[in-house]
């Protein structure tokens, strides 16, 4: 039996669980203390047969012919597919979120230009930021945003007000929805994907959402309170 | 959306060469880990390989979704242990597999001795009335070369709150097995 004073901590001794401070103080005492030598030695030796017996029930190795039964069981199996829906469904989403940012920033700038701004002088026209001349100084999400041409966008915008020639905007996109526009493009090109689905698939989603009137129904009486008393419950 | 899903029926990517290449390096190192899982609830060599192979199977069709090795390894451990618990649940069976398990002498290093077995008998029943999130720790401690971090990435858990539980789980089945140490001391 351990002295009073030490009691709780033989069992946390022998199981490792004390800070080292208070390790070695224990282990000090118990070089002192029969009783509580005998103690730590008998925690341990239940700790060490714990250990060994819950081992001994996960100790061995499956059969040789796992392997063998296994791989029957798997050939035997359809293999596993992934759709070619769920592989491309990524890529149609960024092609339709690439198409709804373009329809917005194109109406977005037809609405802030308005022919009065077209028809006014140069002096009030708004300042456009000036782009150095040499792309190679640009960092590749500058060179994505640039405007073709190093032209001003206030010019530029004016142009496709007089010309009405469409053009498409610029849209600067993250490079992984890039890639996957590239990737989807290629996929286009080999005629893995139907375009004029995917592009109809797109104006749809475009299509303003219908609103329903909101109904308001008439106000009802309210219910008398309930008895304070009532158990409320629990979670 | 639904259109064109539907407009590509049949059309499927197969398992490719490199998915096959990592399931086959899967199937090298990981049937161990849950077979050893199964016999720690099961105590039953054969049904113990049943659930590891079950497993190993339900891998390999969500392979696909479990190519990080330590996320197959999570996985596989947890279908392992579900699995074992399921098979487990009809009492009557769990006697007699543990009544063949004790009495074959499977059970590993200190099986030659009859109070050893009886021990066994012992340590089982008290690792089974620990509660589950101590029981899975205790066990994949257990296994050989699982470490506190390994078996807190099998989990998923913090490597903290398994050594916690590993004290706790450690302490509850040495304050009922104390008694049995001292017996056997005695004999």
Redesign the interface.
């Known amino acids: 039996m351990a002295c009073e004073k030490q009691k709780g901590s033989i069992t946390a001794l022998a199981l490792g669980e004390l800070h080292a401070k208070r390790e070695l103080e224990l282990l000090a005492h118990t070089g002192d203390c029969d009783a509580c030598r005998e103690a730590y030695e008998h925690a341990a030796r239940v700790r060490d047969s714990v250990e060994r017996g819950v081992e001994s029930l996960v100790t061995g190795e499956p059969s040789p012919h796992f392997a063998t039964r296994l791989r029957a069981r798997i050939a035997a199996e359809p293999a596993p597919t992934r759709s070619y829906w769920s592989t491309w469904a990524p890529v149609a989403a960024t092609l339709a979120l690439v198409a709804l940012m373009a329809a917005l920033t194109l109406r977005t700038h037809r609405h802030s230009i308005t022919p009065d701004v077209a028809t006014l002088p140069p002096a009030v026209a708004p300042i456009a930021p000036s782009y150095p001349t040499n792309a190679n100084s640009l960092t590749p999400m500058a060179r994505i945003a640039r405007p073709r041409g190093g032209g001003a966008i206030a010019s530029a915008s004016s142009q496709r007000l007089s010309s009405h020639a469409p053009e498409l905007p610029e849209v600067i996109v993250p490079p992984g929805q890039l890639a996957a526009a590239l990737e989807l493009t290629d996929a286009f090109s080999d005629k893995r994907v139907d375009g004029q689905q995917l592009v109809a698939l797109a104006n749809k989603a475009l299509e303003p959402l219908k609103i329903n009137d909101l109904e308001v129904p008439p106000l009802e009486q309210l219910a008398p309170l309930a008895d304070s008393s009532e158990d409320p419950g629990s979670f | 959306?639904d259109?064109?899903?539907a407009?590509?029926p049949g059309?499927?990517?197969?398992?490719d060469a490199s998915l096959e290449r990592e399931f086959e390096q899967r199937?090298a190192d990981c049937?161990?880990l849950a077979?050893?899982?199964a016999?720690?609830v099961l105590?039953n060599?054969a049904e113990?390989?049943d659930v590891?192979?079950e497993a190993?199977?339900r891998a390999?069709?969500?392979?696909?979704r479990l190519r990080d090795r330590d996320r197959f390894r999570a996985w596989l451990v947890r279908a392992a242990w579900r699995l074992a618990l399921d098979r487990i649940r009809s009492v009557g069976r769990r006697e007699r597999r543990e009544q063949a398990f004790f009495e074959s002498g499977?059970?590993?290093?200190?099986?030659h001795e009859a109070d050893s077995r009886e021990?066994?008998r012992?340590?089982?029943a008290a690792?089974d009335a620990l509660p589950e999130k101590l029981r899975i720790v205790?066990?994949l401690a257990?296994?050989?070369g699982y470490n506190t971090r390994e078996v807190a990435k099998l989990v998923g858990i913090p490597e903290g709150t398994v050594k916690s539980r590993l004290?706790l789980a450690?302490?509850q089945?040495?304050e009922k097995?104390?008694w049995l140490?001292?017996n056997?001391?005695a004999r």
Request: net charge positive; proline share 2%.
């Open positions: 959306v259109a064109l899903a407009s590509l059309h499927t990517v197969t398992l199937l049937p161990v077979y050893r899982v016999l720690g105590r060599t113990a390989e590891a192979q190993m199977l390999f069709r969500n392979f696909h499977s059970g590993g290093a200190i099986d021990f066994q012992h340590v089982a690792l205790m066990l257990a296994i050989e004290f450690r302490k089945l040495a097995l104390e140490v001292k056997r001391k």
